[in-house]
């Protein structure tokens, strides 16, 4: 049975479409339940998204994230396999699966009766990609290449196109902090022109000779400045 349809195809290429509500945990839910809906067979589908050491999980159903969950604990199972191998695993039955027995019962009381798990290495990334079936044989050696192959592809575009998102975001809010920083510190000099009558330099002088004596940064240092001397204008008014 070929794994790959029109169907799974196009529902993953819109995985790659981002918003101001994408994040990684909205990629891998939407990966996961493509996957548990578009693959012949599959009745659930778990992502496990490995950065360093941080880790996102995500699966179509609760009774999954246990069973990723008991993988950790128990330090077996398919998933751990295929992500310290770097090869895809495949359990056609897991009651006539030895080698983890733990995991198998596990599974069972999971509903799970087979299993394939599927690493692909992004550029920043490991993501071990998990596929359920409640029939035994649901997943053949034949139809996962093509299946991978296309994984790989439609994943590695819909993360990079989140990270890349990302980065244009955190980029525009530290461009919009630094830009409130120099508002703020322009106005501390101009209180200080005006108080001792010296040019915009030496008053940027003092602001950081202050600054380092008390070991503040000068945006912080002359926004306390602006916020006493608009107080002051409070108090001189009322």
């Given amino acids: 049975m070929d794994m790959v349809t029109p169907v799974l ?16 945990e909205s990629v891998l839910r939407g990966l996961t339940t ?35 969950d008991s993988e950790s604990d ?40 087979s299993v394939l798990a599927m690493p692909i290495t992004v550029e920043r990334a490991v993501l071990v990609l998990g596929l359920y079936g409640v029939r035994p044989g649901v997943f053949v050696a034949r139809g996962v ?18 990270w890349d998102y990302d980065e244009v975001r955190t980029d525009a809010a530290q461009m919009q902090e630094a830009l409130a920083g120099r508002a703020i510190i322009d106005q501390a000099k101009g209180i200080i022109m005006k108080s001792s009558g010296c040019s915009a330099e030496a008053a940027f002088d003092e602001l950081r000779r202050i600054s380092q004596h008390h070991q503040v940064k000068v945006v912080d240092l002359a926004r306390l400045l602006v916020d006493e001397h608009q107080r002051n204008r409070g108090r001189k008014r009322g």
């Fill in 145 to 162: 290449p093509s299946l991978a192959d296309m994984l790989a592809e439609q994943v590695t575009v819909a993360l990079a196109n989140m």
């Fill in 34 to 68: 493509t996957l548990a809906g578009g693959v012949p067979g599959c009745a659930g589908g778990t992502a496990e998204l490995w950065r360093g050491e941080r880790l996102v999980v995500s699966a179509s159903h609760s009774e999954l994230v246990v069973l990723v």
């Fill in 9 to 24: 195809a196009r529902d993953l290429a819109a995985l790659g479409r981002v918003s101001e509500e994408t994040s990684s």
């Fill in 74 to 113: 128990l330090g077996e199972g398919p998933s751990a396999e295929a992500r310290a191998s770097g090869g895809h695993v495949i359990v056609p039955d897991v009651l006539r699966d030895s080698r983890w027995p733990s995991y198998a019962a596990m599974a069972v009381r999971c509903g799970v009766r």
